[in-house]
């Protein structure tokens, strides 16, 4: 369950949390068009307050809007400063932000055309999204019966309300199956992502991640990326299929709500050792250096409150 938050934020004014409705024909409910994203903030070392790359999660919500022709009524600095002051009136020194962009009451039917656009920042409490045994022991992952969305089917690079359907159906089929993620397939058979997060595999000293040719470009994926290669570790944006995902010495998931979790086990086969690897170790730890501020080499991935 999310706990409650004093405000909320919607379309230019804080609210409180329990007054932050939408009409029954609100279209984005109906249809699914809208888009949003996740952010976290964290309490560094020194107590202070950062959003971690905000402006990054900020141009890709821009950009999912753009992707899906809705303009958002605010420009990016505007919508910035909110997840700056939503985490000062909440008074909350670590929280997860999610901007929300949908369309409101007005149309009915396919065509979004006349439907006004309305925005919301909410901000709460939310721990380890896997749970923290999960990012200390690592996690089971199931591969899903259903595909992962394709270029030729939809907008991929884009975080669209919409799109999530398609993941929860792989998260339910994981859960109900006694795993804790699922992990989806192209339409060629090889490895995509998870219902939320990103993929990647250690081999041989190696780290390996599908490319993003039809993949959602994550931020925190990106942030691995960068970590790797400044340690000096090899990376390859490359596809793999499952048996390779089977046979691999590490492998772990990202995102911003998963953070950096091992992945223990995939369809009952043990990967690796069957528990966090030297490499998913050192990464895992270095991410969580760079959120809290210790690490002066990404200062600037940090907005301070």
Not at 98 to 124: D, H
Not at 193 to 214: H, M, Q, Y
Not at 225 to 243: H, M, N, P, W, Y
Not at 269 to 285: D, E, F, M, N, V
Request: a neutral charge; proline letters at 4%.
């Amino acid at each position: 369950m999310v706990e409650k938050a004093k405000l909320i934020w919607l379309d230019g004014k804080f609210i409180p949390w329990d007054e932050a409705r939408v009409h029954i024909l609100t279209h984005t409910l109906h249809y699914g068009l809208g888009v949003f994203e996740g952010i976290r903030a964290y309490r560094c070392q020194d107590g202070r307050t950062a959003i971690f790359r905000l402006r990054e999660h900020i141009r890709r919500l821009f950009d999912s809007a753009h992707v899906m022709q809705i303009d958002i009524p605010f420009n990016t600095g505007e919508i910035e400063g909110v997840c700056v002051e939503i985490l000062k009136v909440n008074d909350q020194k670590e929280a997860y932000i999610r901007p929300l962009v949908f369309l409101g009451e007005g149309v009915m039917g396919l065509n979004p055309q006349g439907s006004p656009v309305q925005v919301a920042i909410i901000s709460w409490l939310w721990g380890a999204y896997l749970g923290e045994e999960g990012l200390l022991r690592g996690v089971r992952l199931k591969t899903s019966a259903f595909t992962r969305h394709h270029v030729r089917i939809m907008m991929t690079k884009t975080k669209t309300v919409g799109n999530y359907v398609n993941s929860i159906l792989a998260k339910r089929e994981a859960i109900q199956a006694g795993y804790d993620e699922a992990i989806l397939l192209d339409t060629e058979g090889y490895v995509s992502e998870a219902s939320g997060e990103n993929i990647f595999l250690v081999k041989d000293g190696v780290l390996k991640t599908p490319p993003l040719t039809a993949i959602l470009p994550g931020i925190t994926r990106d942030c691995i990326i960068t970590l790797a290669q400044d340690l000096g570790i090899t990376v390859k944006e490359s596809r793999f299929s499952l048996d390779e995902l089977y046979l691999a010495d590490e492998a772990f998931l990202t995102g911003t709500a998963a953070e950096v979790t091992p992945i223990r086990e995939v369809d009952g086969r043990t990967i690796g050792p069957g528990k966090p690897g030297p490499i998913s170790q050192k990464l895992q730890a270095a991410f969580f250096r760079v959120v809290k501020g210790e690490d002066p080499r990404y200062q600037h991935w940090l907005t301070y409150i």
